[in-house]
């Protein structure tokens, strides 16, 4: 009998900390939320097409953001787009897109600073932008 209770009592705290304490240490991540753009398609006066095709908000990083910025306290965006360059000649672009809260305060990327030359008639797709904005940032919008 008393044996029989001490294996009750040795299953129940074996499941209490490998099954319920590390469920209850680290919530699970949200659903990511996909968030498709309308009207897709920015044209620029130098002739250059942004194509945006969708932003997902998600609990996780695509990158390393999870050390700087924790999950706790932030949400990552990315912004999925295309650059297209119908010209006939190569054009240098800086594509500067962030998010502003309904509070003005703005949100960029690491890589708004960076200018890269696209060939004429070349489409560069599946390019991505992340952004770490606060859990509590509220009535977010796209700027370009």
Not at 39 to 64: C, N, T, Y
Not at 70 to 78: D, F, G, H, L
Request: aromatic share 14%; charged share 20%.
């Amino acid at each position: 009998m008393i044996h029989m209770i001490r294996k009750i009592v040795l299953a129940t705290v074996l499941l209490a900390f490998c099954v319920i304490a590390p469920a209850l240490a680290q919530p699970y991540p949200s659903p990511d939320q996909t968030f498709y753009l309308n009207p897709p398609i920015l044209v620029d006066d130098s002739g250059i097409q942004i194509e945006l095709h969708q932003v997902v908000a998600s609990d996780v990083p695509l990158g390393s953001y999870n050390i700087t910025f924790p999950p706790t306290e932030y949400r990552y965006y990315t912004v999925y787009y295309t650059r297209y360059n119908p010209t006939d000649h190569e054009i240098r672009y800086q594509f500067n897109i962030t998010f502003v809260d309904r509070n003005g305060t703005v949100y960029e990327t690491e890589d708004n600073t960076l200018a890269t030359g696209i060939a004429a008639g070349r489409r560069v797709s599946d390019e991505v932008k992340e952004f770490h904005i606060p859990r509590d940032a509220a009535g977010l919008y796209l700027r370009w």
